[in-house]
């Protein structure tokens, strides 16, 4: 007698990596997001800003085809993240070359995550990056009373 055991077939999603760049000049995440509204453009009938970097990710065809974001560190803790949309190389007027990392103009709040300084941008992995808390809104700056949300900030909780 044979026995026919049925396949079973167990899909694994591919894990996305990330960016993370640091957000310079900027002392809030309400600045920041104020700096994000008005950089606003059309990218294939999406609204995007743009982030700016010297070198396009070796890895940036995975980080598009597994829907990669890049979170964003202010004030030495990661904060927020953006969908990234896509990749372009710009001439400068220089004849220099620099990539636009195209991102989702939408902000998504991030828990607050310490992270020390560093250069340019670097890879994310997945497992280290923070849980989201949903996209930031102008009414998110006004939720909380001032004191109370300072509190919050030096507990690193925002």
């Known amino acids: 007698m044979y026995y026919i055991y049925p396949l079973i077939y167990v899909s694994i999603g591919f894990m996305s990596i990330h960016l993370i760049k640091l957000v310079a000049g ?75 990392i195209v991102q989702d103009a939408r902000m998504i709040k991030t828990l607050s995550k310490p992270r020390r300084p560093f250069q340019g941008w670097r890879y994310l992995e997945p497992g280290k990056a923070p849980a989201d808390r949903g996209v930031y809104s102008d009414a998110d700056a006004e939720d909380i009373p001032p004191d109370i949300e300072a509190g919050l900030k030096e507990a690193g909780l925002l």
């Not at 995440?29 to 994000?36: H, M, S």
């Not at 010297?54 to 065809?61: F, M």
């Not at 974001?69 to 220089?94: A, H, M, T, W």
């Open 26 to 100: 900027v002392q809030t995440l309400e600045d920041y997001a104020e700096i994000q509204k008005r950089e606003v453009f059309d990218y294939h009938g999406q609204p995007a800003t743009a982030c700016w970097t010297r070198y396009k990710p070796k890895r940036g065809d995975e980080i598009l085809r597994d829907g990669g974001s890049i979170y964003r560190v202010i004030k030495n803790k990661i904060q927020c993240r953006f969908k990234i949309l896509g990749f372009e190389i710009v001439e400068q007027p220089d004849g220099k070359t620099m990539c636009m």
